[in-house]
């Protein structure tokens, strides 16, 4: 990697560019290219800093000069959310990936932001634990974009989502200030708990440097089974009747489409003794639903379905709706569909929180969207767009955001007054 | 009183009636303190509204007077968070005390703040449901109450937080503005601000209705009391019941003197030891059956001389009384005492409770510990007697030096009792300006002019849109609404 010439990073201020090279060395600034476009902004630089300290400094120097900065980490979901308004820069955290401190005796673990999940999760296995999180492309996706995007899959239904796993966090504000909050135990209350403050922000308020989790054990053995159903009526009904069970199950997830039966997968974690019984109040309530062994593809489900062989006629979306009225919204997406003339498929967890893919013309695509939008918005619902064809016709990623909206924008006045990261990316025009 | 706050007053009653005002100094007593009863500040009077509609019209008067605030729910609060503001009202949610909505297909329920936590639990047990968060406090304190401390309880090692199961607010902000945060779905777009309201102890605004998360009671649940010649191996089982990948729903230690004390007070039939561990775990009986063996083992292993399982509901909720009872307990032993609240990572734990030991007996103060041993937050009862000079102060000098322990360990000040107006000066031993500053930033977006209960949890109030370091006038100050104090 050399450094920018003049014609490459045009529009860069020399000065301020140089400053970033005596900073962080010239091995780690380069010119952005056309596969650093984001949402169709060529930003002009990448920077990769190697500390905390580094990126709060490059968030000042670019606030201060009136640069817009594109926080990235393992770069797997840069497509979420609104395009930026403005991109100059991308700050990379990829040469942040220290695991600090792995207390496995306090199921703690600190780590840097750059760090990717699945090398954090090979870590944390060596003393027989684990961030309780599946989260896409984990050999890929990091620490801190996981954070940002909030992504989190279907052992959320035991273990929460990262709201509930974080315990601490450190981020670097645009005007260079370098906070931390939360802390490194599990249970603490000591001042305002900007940890889930950050989770979830897309990176617009600040960029985490380092993140403290609580962890927790690997199962000692596992069992999962796959339920299939007539329909969306019967699966419904499959898996109310599980969650108002006695069942200690881990996960419980729904498969829908246009074109088979809705299957169910279900996983136990727990001791011999435990799962034997579990399976076999499990084929008592499901009767008379088949209970078969779930095959591999369970564990996967979520990024088979973000499989994107055909990226300009696939839509994918994530859904929250309330748990008991999953038939009734797969009813209404599969009217929509019909429509609208596109295919659909859906995954949904018992926690109401789904995946949906479909497929067809771009402005058939946003049609069914915003139709679907339409219809769940009005029961406090959300649809997000993640992934939108580059042809398809402008369509919010992220829907409404209620009264709170003013609010949110105060908040993100309080911490980034000049809009310097992530400009226009997320609700409401943040 | 001067003519405007008999106007003041008078507009306070015209919203919520002669009976929700209290305005004389003798009624006004009860509302002073909370339950950290040294720190007592007169309210210029207490709003008792029954609807979101009188919360907001009594606030957008505060706003308009620029008369500070503070949400009250049942006055249970351990670090001052409810107590009044100089010159400030306070606002007590006592009679918004409807449960709305019960959902029990998707395990939610909606409540009004001043709801009894153990009264959520009450309507949802016929369903066998029931609230998580189970603050020792749970009989009296309320759901508003929680919201603002983010309360836990002795399950929280296996269920989580307050914050956990709450999944949206609606929320009077300081301007009187209504908003709504979360929601009965997860993950409503935008920022997770009903995750930054829960635990900001007041400061953020008033909480009128709350979305709850429920859960379905476990098939069982099992309680073991083991008894341990000393806290350090009753320490080690804890480590090696972690170690063993077990997630029991709580484990709770007591030490010699608060054994006593419990004892004293309600009778739990404990074993008189050095240290006493309470584990329980709940799930699946054939797998709560399997653990609880492992369970035994540990702690046989660990030196337990004793070991003894509930055998029945009834064992097993006295089991829990004791534990419950344990901080009123010790007026049973001495006739004052100081509760405190820290956090330690659970592997300090017998270096931080030799260091506890030596402390006391240096000081000449006793020392009775109650841990949540499971999540490493710690309870001692600072013991003293007033009447004796010196001894107050040796009791508050030893309760600040615990929660340095507890900083240096790398843990927290506060565990569950919040910050309040006790704990304010320890905020800058545990953070740095800079943490401090960007919580203050945070709180400047909901409460520009600092109104909903101003005073509390950071060391040193700043106005909003100030730098640190450096002066510039808060166009509020330059209008000569607001003074630097």
Redesign the interface.
């Known amino acids: 990697m050399n450094a920018p010439t003049k014609s490459e990073a045009k529009g860069l201020h020399s000065a301020l560019r140089y400053n970033f090279i005596a900073m962080v060395g010239n091995e780690n600034v380069r010119a952005a290219t056309a596969a650093d476009t984001i949402g169709g902004a060529q930003p002009k630089l990448v920077i990769e800093p190697g500390t905390a300290s580094e990126i709060a400094e490059i968030l000042r120097l670019s606030n201060e000069a009136g640069l817009a900065v594109i926080p990235r980490g393992g770069g797997t979901k840069l497509e979420w959310g609104n395009p930026p308004s403005r991109a100059d820069l991308i700050l990379s955290t990829a040469r942040m990936t220290e695991i600090i401190e792995h207390?496995w005796?306090?199921?703690?673990v600190s780590v840097e932001a750059g760090c990717t999940i699945q090398r954090l999760q090979e870590t944390l296995a060596q003393h027989?634990q684990r961030l309780a999180l599946d989260p896409l492309w984990p050999e890929k996706a990091t620490v801190g974009g996981v954070l940002s995007t909030?992504d989190s899959g279907a052992l959320r239904l035991r273990f929460?989502?990262l709201?509930?796993l974080i315990i601490g966090a450190t981020?670097a504000?645009p005007d260079g200030?370098?906070?931390?909050?939360g802390?490194?135990?599990?249970?603490?209350?000591?001042?305002?708990?900007?940890p889930?403050?950050v989770?979830?922000?897309l990176g617009t308020?600040g960029v985490i440097t380092r993140a403290v989790f609580r962890v927790?054990?690997?199962?000692?053995n596992t069992r999962s089974f796959s339920m299939s159903a007539a329909n969306a009526e019967e699966t419904q009904h499959l898996v109310?009747a599980v969650?108002?069970?006695?069942?200690?199950h881990t996960f419980l997830q729904s498969h829908f489409s246009d074109d088979a039966p809705p299957v169910s997968d279900i996983l136990f974690e727990?001791?011999d003794?435990?799962l034997?019984?579990?399976e076999a109040?499990l084929r008592t309530l499901s009767a008379p639903a088949i209970v078969r062994d779930a095959s591999t593809a369970t564990w996967t489900a979520r990024e088979e379905l973000w499989t994107l062989s055909e990226p300009a006629s696939t839509a994918i979306a994530?859904i929250?709706?309330?748990?008991?009225e999953m038939a009734r919204a797969m009813k209404r997406m599969e009217h929509i569909a019909n429509g609208h003339q596109v295919r659909w498929r859906a995954l949904v967890y018992a926690?109401?929180?789904g995946w949906l893919r479909l497929e067809g013309k771009p402005g058939s695509l946003r049609g069914a969207l915003q139709a679907l939008r339409g219809e769940l918005e009005g029961q406090?619902?959300?649809v997000?767009a993640l992934h939108r064809p580059e042809k398809m016709p402008a369509f919010d990623a992220?829907?409404?955001?209620?009264?709170?909206?003013?609010?949110?924008k105060?908040?993100k006045?309080?911490?980034d007054p000049k809009n310097t990261l992530n400009p226009g990316r997320?609700?409401?025009g943040i | 009183m001067n003519p405007m706050e008999a106007r003041i007053l008078d507009e306070l009653r015209t919203i919520v009636g002669d009976r929700g005002l209290i305005s004389s100094p003798e009624e006004l007593h009860t509302y002073e303190c909370d339950g950290l009863t040294n720190f007592r500040v007169m309210p210029r009077a207490v709003v008792l509204p029954n609807s979101t509609e009188q919360v907001q019209a009594i606030v957008g008067i505060c706003h308009r007077e620029r008369m500070p605030f503070v949400a009250r729910g049942s006055g249970t609060g351990l670090s001052g968070g409810a107590l009044p503001v100089e010159n400030g009202i306070v606002i007590s949610l006592a009679r918004m005390n409807r449960i709305l909505e019960v959902d029990f297909p998707n395990a939610r329920v909606v409540v009004e703040p001043g709801v009894i936590n153990l009264d959520v639990t009450g309507r949802v047990s016929p369903q066998d449901y029931f609230y998580a968060p189970d603050p020792s406090s749970q009989s009296i304190c309320s759901i508003g109450g929680n919201v603002a401390e983010n309360s836990g309880g002795a399950h929280c090692l296996k269920y989580g937080f307050t914050t956990t199961h709450v999944l949206g607010l609606e929320v009077v902000l300081p301007d009187a503005s209504l908003i709504h945060l979360g929601g009965k779905t997860l993950d409503t777009p935008g920022y997770d601000l009903a995750g930054v309201f829960v635990g900001s102890e007041g400061t953020l605004g008033v909480a009128t209705r709350i979305i709850l998360r429920i859960v379905k009671r476990p098939e069982c649940i099992r309680t073991l009391l083991a008894a341990f010649p000393s806290t350090n191996e009753a320490g080690a089982a804890v480590s090696d019941i972690i170690a063993a990948g077990m997630l029991p729903a709580a484990i709770e230690m007591m030490d010699n003197l608060a054994i006593q004390a419990a004892e004293a007070a309600v009778h739990a039939n404990y074993p008189n030891c050095g240290g006493l561990l309470l584990v329980e775990l709940d799930g699946p009986v054939a797998e709560v059956e399997a653990l609880m063996t492992d369970v035994n083992e540990i702690c046989r292993s660990n030196g337990a001389s004793e070991i003894r399982a509930a055998q029945s509901d009834a064992e097993r909720a006295l089991v829990w009384k004791g534990r419950k009872a344990a901080f009123a307990a010790m007026g049973r032993i001495s006739p004052n005492y100081i509760v405190q609240d820290g956090v330690i990572p659970r592997t300090a734990l017998p270096r931080v409770m030799s260091e506890i030991t030596r402390l006391s007996q240096e000081a000449g103060v006793r020392v009775a510990n109650v841990f949540h041993a499971g999540d490493g937050n710690l309870h001692p009862l600072v013991l003293y007697d007033r009447r004796i000079s010196g001894q107050e102060e040796a009791a508050e000098a030893l309760s600040s030096r615990i929660l340095e322990l507890c900083i240096e360990a790398g843990g927290s000040i506060t565990g569950e009792h919040g910050v309040g107006e006790d704990k304010k000066k320890m905020m800058s031993k545990m953070f740095a300006e800079p943490d401090l500053a960007t919580m203050q930033r945070v709180r400047c977006a909901f409460d520009p002019l600092q109104l909903s209960n101003p005073t509390k949890v950071f060391p040193t109030p700043r106005l909003c849109g100030e730098k640190p370091g450096e002066y510039v006038a808060h166009p509020a100050e330059s209008e000569g609404i607001a003074e630097r104090y």
């Open positions: 207390a005796a306090d199921l703690t027989g909030n929460g989502a709201r509930d981020v504000l200030t370098l906070a931390s909050s802390g490194k135990v599990v249970k603490n209350v000591a001042g305002y708990d900007l889930k403050l989770t979830g922000a308020l927790h054990p690997l199962p000692r109310l969650q108002n069970s006695k069942l200690a727990g001791t003794a435990g034997a019984a579990q109040q994530k929250s709706i309330l748990p008991a926690t109401g929180i406090s619902c959300s997000v992220w829907g409404t955001a209620g009264d709170a909206l003013p609010l949110m105060a908040v006045q309080q911490l997320f609700v409401g």
